[in-house]
């Protein structure tokens, strides 16, 4: 069994920075994308940023610049560095780990969210 664990979220002024972690647990062979998703009320979940386990990376032109993305394959765990924190910003993040090879066979996977809330 696969589990993503999610932890970072909270309550931060605009202007401010917010680091998130998502570690992948289980017997897991390989993991082809991590990246991470938000949703906010009344919204599509869209994808926030994305890494392959080679380093490329796809971010959401509304994150760009503010936004950094890392990935540690050995661990199978992926950040996401949140600078310059914007109330729009706000909306649960959902780690995803996609082609995940265990000995389950190959699927993609959620975390369960964190909740990130930029307000004065």
């Known amino acids: 069994q696969v589990q993503l664990v999610e932890s970072g979220g909270g309550l931060v002024q605009p202007g401010g920075s917010l680091r998130l972690s998502c570690a992948a647990s289980?017997?897991?062979?390989?993991?082809?994308?991590m990246g991470w998703y938000r949703q906010a009320p009344g919204k599509q979940r869209e994808l926030v940023a994305a890494?392959?386990?080679?380093?490329?990376?796809n971010y959401a032109d509304s994150v760009k610049g503010r936004f950094t993305i890392s990935r540690l394959n050995a661990r199978y765990t992926v950040y996401l560095q949140m600078n310059s924190l914007k109330p729009e910003d706000t909306a649960d993040y959902y780690c995803?780990?996609?082609?995940?090879?265990?000995?389950?066979?190959?699927?993609?996977?959620w975390g369960q969210g964190t909740q990130v809330t930029v307000s004065s």
């Open positions: 890494i392959t386990g080679g380093g490329s990376k």
């Open positions: 289980g017997s897991i062979f390989s993991i082809y994308t």
């Open positions: 995803n780990a996609g082609r995940v090879v265990s000995a389950a066979g190959s699927y993609d996977y």
